[in-house]
Structures are given as structure tokens and as C-alpha cells.
């Protein structure tokens, strides 16, 4: 049996290169090999197939897919249901998932109709690719490839995740993103990345490299601050709070945010 999964999305919108063709067997091996070079804790490959739900879920997803494809729209919806019942991650059967896709812990993970997926695509628990229109039509994120998407973060409505751009936990993306890019922050603050990740290189795990814009914000308006004193009256005047030192701690006055 072989079946066709999408190969990428390209970024210039949701639309689609030509699906490759692939047998079942070798997507379940892809789906478990990439389970276990993204997760440390992941012994064996026996172990990932019987206990991971994320890949219950993109597995069943498969096949719902198919009957929603295929016309059966009521069987593939109970199918996406009981896998959502079986797993605590809730994909509708006309999501498009791409390659590889890595669901990490998975419990509350909700993607949407027309969510599209490319990818090497890492998933963690929380994360909601959601719809913000009542209108019918693509109203979902598009995901690029090789995307990681930080636990509990959510990205709403018919926007872009450009390629190997990194989402921190938490986030809330309303705007498309560039590829190679960071972002943080409720709503999100987009960052580019200083060196870029390429297809080669190695998953993208590192979940504490997110910038700080708020901090870097606030740094430089109390340093433009204190040049204007310093114009205005001839001297600088101590102040309360002061902008975070090497240790990542404010130094200052006791005070409260």
C-alpha cells in the first residue's frame, strides 16, 4: 500500500508542491526514527510505536484524512473524535500534515480544518493552530517546514509560519512570520535569527534561546532617559529601578511591577 503525503509547502501561500508517493511502512518508519532523534527520553523504536500519543494521533490522522478526501466526512470525523478521546490531541481530518510531524507529550494540541503542515514540524503539548473567521475557506495557519512550535503556544488565523522559524511557549502569533525568524510574547514579537537554520541541520530544540524584547525595550528607553537629564540639567539623577545586570535581576529599590 502507498499513500501520498504532502512533500512541502511553499511560502509564498498555502499552495502545495507535488505530493510524494510513499509506502506505508516506510511512513511509519519515518514517523518513529524522527521521534527518536527529537526526544532524548525515546529508548527504542518498539517503545515510541506503543506508548507516544502524538503518533497515535498523526497515524489516525492519516487515515481520517483519507476519508475526508474521499467523500466519507461523517466516519472521518468520528475517527479524528476517537483519537482525540484515545490521545487528548484533537487534529480534524482536513488538516494537512506534512512528513515527519513530531507531536511531544501532545495532551490539549488542537489544529484546525484547513491548518497546513510542512515538514520535520515539532509540536508541543498546548499548542492551538486555530481559525478566526466564520467564513468557509482556508482560515488556519499555514506551517512551513521545519517549524518548532513551543508548548502552549497559539497561532491564529489564515496566516504563515515561514520555514525553520521557532515559536517560544506560550506565544500568541496573529501576523505571519519570515523564515528563520523567533518569536515571543503575547502578542508575538517577531525576531530574525543572527544564524539561520538550514534543512540540514540538526532538529531545533533549544527552547531557552528567546530573545527578550521587552527587557531590551525598556534598557534603552531608560538609557535615552537619562541622556535627555543629562542634556536638560547637566547631571544624572540616580535611578530607582535599573536595567537588568548579568545575572538577569533588576538592581535597584524594592519596587513592584
Known amino acids: 500500500m502507498r499513500v501520498d503525503v504532502r512533500s512541502s509547502i511553499e511560502q509564498n501561500g498555502s499552495a502545495e508542491k507535488a505530493p510524494a508517493r510513499i509506502s506505508l511502512l516506510g511512513m ?23 506508548l507516544y500519543p502524538g503518533l ?17 466526512k461523517l466516519l472521518a470525523r468520528w475517527l479524528s473524535q476517537l483519537a482525540r478521546g484515545l490521545t487528548g490531541i484533537e487534529i480534524h ?27 520535520d514540524v515539532i509540536l508541543y503539548h498546548g499548542v492551538t493552530l486555530g481559525g478566526t473567521s466564520l ?18 503556544a497559539k497561532i491564529l488565523g489564515n496566516i504563515t509560519v515561514g520555514s525553520d522559524s521557532r515559536i517560544g511557549a506560550n506565544a500568541v ?15 508575538g514579537q517577531i525576531v530574525k535569527r543572527t544564524q539561520p537554520h538550514r534543512p ?3 532538529p ?21 532617559m537619562e541622556e535627555l537629564e543629562m542634556r536638560i540639567e547637566g547631571h544624572t539623577h ?3 529601578v535599573r536595567p537588568v545586570n548579568g545575572n538577569g535581576a533588576w538592581e535597584g529599590d524594592d519596587f513592584v511591577i
Open 28 to 50: 511509519i518508519g519515518e514517523d518513529l526514527d524522527a521521534a527518536l532523534e527529537r526526544d532524548p527520553a525515546a529508548r527504542s523504536r518498539l517503545e515510541v510505536a506503543l
Open 173 to 187: 502569533v496573529v501576523k505571519s512570520v519570515p523564515e528563520n525568524s523567533v518569536v515571543v510574547g503575547v502578542p
Open 204 to 224: 531545533d530544540l533549544n527552547h531557552t534561546a528567546l530573545p527578550d524584547v521587552l527587557t531590551a525595550a525598556i534598557k534603552n528607553l531608560m538609557t535615552r
Open 200 to 202: 540540514g541541520d540538526a
Open 135 to 152: 467564513q468557509k475557506g482556508k482560515r488556519h495557519p499555514t506551517i512551513g517546514d521545519r517549524v518548532t512550535v513551543g508548548a502552549g
Open 56 to 72: 497515535h494521533a498523526v497515524w489516525i490522522h492519516r487515515i481520517s484524512h483519507a476519508l475526508w478526501k474521499r467523500g466519507f
Open 93 to 119: 481530518p482536513g488538516a494537512t500534515i506534512g512528513r515527519r510531524l513530531f507531536i511531544d507529550h501532545g495532551m490539549g494540541v488542537v489544529i484546525g480544518e484547513t491548518a497546513e503542515i510542512g515538514d
Open 238 to 240: 540616580p535611578a530607582p
